[in-house]
């Protein structure tokens, strides 16, 4: 089944990674008759060149439909890539399930009464189960000041604990 675009809403795309960066330094030869010559003067360092540019960018995208819900499934066909309006081409694609990490900030203020402690809770907790076994999660609580409850972790056992 072919999604249309207005159907879709992208809530969350990150330029992520820059990969195959082309990275080139260009030194001056050392030691041949030119550099040895004219213009060269006792402890005087030779100068670099840096040149880079990007040859790929990952760009990742959660899709979920107008309720929602995740959508799986989707093809490379499904998608298209705009820099500064122009369309791109999508060399590499793939649909697989990446790790996600992630913090999560638990209010525990007095504005938090114990039905809404409660329900935040149980919403996080189902959130867990959610998760893969290569995903990470740091948890942290606040009131007037921030608190470190758990740091990085994928175990599940720790996180509930810790909630």
Known sequence: ????PSRVSFVTAFAIAVAGAMIRAVHPSAGSAQDSSAGSRPGQQEESRFRGGVELVNVTATVTDDHGQFVSGLRQEDFLVYEDNQPQTVSHFSNERVPVSLGIAFD?????TSDKMSSARGAISR??????????IFLYRFATVPELVQDWTSDRPVLSRAL
Do not use: A, Y
Request: proline residues 5%; aromatic residues 10%; negative net charge.
């Open 1 to 4: 089944m072919t999604r249309s």
């Open 108 to 112: 525990t203020s007095g504005s938090m």
């Open 127 to 136: 959130f867990f189960d959610l998760l893969g076994p290569d995903d990470e």
